[in-house]
């Protein structure tokens, strides 16, 4: 079997974690479309994802698993999941409970690049 | 100066790249606002990115700078750029030549995952 084949063309879930054990996970909220947050998931909280329907990553800088809303409430509940060609990235359509970003706002990408300095986005 | 301060809640452009020397950059429709690929930059495919207006990114699998669409024409066009709160994430509006999957689909993220099982998404 080439694997690299049946991950492209298959319909069997073989996600690609990279040599540090991760994939890079996108929450898009499911009704506006919207970038919420990205981070990275292993393959515990992949499952965890999986199992509970709420967004599990990896804290690279804790180095453990972190339940998005585990303090805030403001989970992140998982409608669909979706994983591109090679199958080392996920997107997850969610219904956020909250704000996604720890700093209040909806969405973590709350600021635009303009030249070198930053914008507010206003959502 | 508290960099992490000033990182989430300033209008500096202070990109941080991870032990690696990279940023995660995503790439979304402007028109359709679909997620179309995601993948890596290191300071000089940002750089080239910024520069030209088209993205580029950091291939892991080659070790070098790679322009989306240097093969097949199909390039992504730039219309506008998002960092995240800690500034390790992009996000890119773009204007895609074709498509964005070199698979042909539209979208990387062609199939959502059910149960154990993989499922063509049609966009």
Redesign the interface.
């Known amino acids: 079997m080439n694997d690299g084949v049946d991950r492209?063309?298959?319909?069997?879930?073989m996600p690609r974690f990279?040599d540090k054990g991760l994939l890079?996970a996108?929450a898009?909220d499911s009704q506006t479309?919207?970038?919420l947050?990205?981070a990275f998931m292993d393959a515990e909280a992949l499952q965890r994802s999986?199992e509970t329907g709420r967004a599990h990553f990896h804290s690279?800088s804790r180095g453990k698993l972190w339940l998005k809303g585990e303090t805030s409430g403001h989970f992140l509940n998982i409608e669909?999941?979706?994983?591109?060609?090679d199958q080392d990235?996920l997107?997850m359509l969610v219904r956020p409970d909250g704000p996604a970003?720890?700093?209040g706002?909806r969405s973590?990408?709350?600021?635009?690049?303009a030249g070198?300095?930053?914008?507010r986005?206003e959502a």
């Open positions: 492209e063309r298959g319909d069997s879930f990279d890079t996108i898009i479309r919207e970038v947050m990205v999986r690279r669909e999941m979706r994983v591109d060609c990235a997107v970003c720890h700093t706002a973590c990408f709350y600021r635009r690049v070198d300095r930053l914008e986005v």
